[in-house]
């Protein structure tokens, strides 16, 4: 059961997966970190939004990496548009990114690479203010669920 929209009686357009939640996460290499965020589902495609705060761990040297978004994505890198708090700004960077990982529910805060296609990965030592960093996320992903 779902719509269809018109006169349109094909099974393959009938929209019949919408959903609306919150989700929790944690994060390696921030020990532990309070937020969560919300997100919209309508068929494959999954827009999200999120802040994560609190880190704990303000020494670490390994990139930033949150897990539990909602969905697992779908294989294949999906960007997805970070905003951070308190940051300075890593030597060889332009700009910020967070891309999903293909198969699972986590995604990277990192930062486009001067001299390379890969990105950097964004480390808690790189705040400039560690206790009052914060990082606030929105985008879209797909996934095959």
Request: aromatic share 10%; with cysteine; charged share 15%.
């Amino acid at each position: 059961m779902g719509i269809l929209f018109g006169g349109d009686t094909a099974n393959a357009n009938n929209l019949d997966d919408y959903e609306e939640g919150t989700y929790s996460f944690t994060g390696t290499a921030v020990g532990t970190v309070s937020g969560g965020g919300n997100y919209v589902k309508i068929g494959r495609v999954v827009h999200i939004n999120g802040l994560a705060t609190n880190f704990s761990d303000s020494s670490s040297g390994s990139g930033i990496t949150l897990q539990g978004l909602p969905f697992t994505a779908k294989d294949g890198t999906f960007r997805i548009y970070a905003e951070l708090s308190r940051f300075s700004q890593r030597s060889g960077c332009s700009g910020v990114s967070c891309d999903t990982h293909g198969n699972s529910n986590d995604f990277a805060v990192g930062c486009s690479s001067n001299s390379s296609t890969t990105p950097l990965a964004l480390r808690y030592q790189d705040a400039h203010h560690s206790s009052a960093m914060s990082i606030s996320w929105s985008g879209t992903y797909t996934t095959d669920s």
